[in-house]
């Protein structure tokens, strides 16, 4: 079974850190680009960084950017995204997902058309 498994989520502090990860079983994602997008209630879901299959490109939403980073580890067939200085507003659903393509090639934030999607792992920034 292909799938995609966000975890590393919870409740976290204002000014707070936390690292989620998505891991893949039953494909290896050396060929998928990766995206995590964001939802909260009420509001349209937003991407907030995407890597290169390779590693070697990246792109943030410029409401993470310099507080979040994005990384990739092929041979433990996971992705992961550092959230540093946490913020209220970044409460949301993070979901990751994997877009088959180039070496060099990262998905627009805002297509959204990816190949597979994990299932989400809640994030609530909350004092």
Excluded: H
């Excluded at 799938?3 to 690292?19: A, D, I, K, N, T």
């Excluded at 993470?64 to 992961?80: D, E, H, M, P, W």
């Excluded at 877009?99 to 998905?107: A, C, H, L, R, T």
């Amino acid at each position: 079974q292909l799938q995609l498994v966000e975890s590393g989520g919870g409740l976290v502090q204002p000014g707070g850190s936390l690292r989620l990860s998505c891991a893949a079983s039953g494909f290896t994602l050396d060929y998928y680009a990766i995206g995590w997008i964001r939802q909260a209630p009420g509001k349209e879901r937003e991407g907030v960084s995407c890597i290169s299959s390779s590693g070697g490109s990246t792109n943030y939403a410029d409401s993470v950017k310099g507080r979040f980073s994005i990384s990739r580890n092929n041979a433990k067939n996971t992705v992961y995204l550092q959230m540093n200085s946490l913020k209220p507003e970044d409460t949301a659903v993070y979901y990751c997902a994997a877009q088959k393509g180039e070496s060099w090639y990262v998905p627009d934030l805002g297509s959204f058309e990816y190949d597979y999607w994990g299932q989400g792992t809640q994030v609530t920034v909350s004092s």
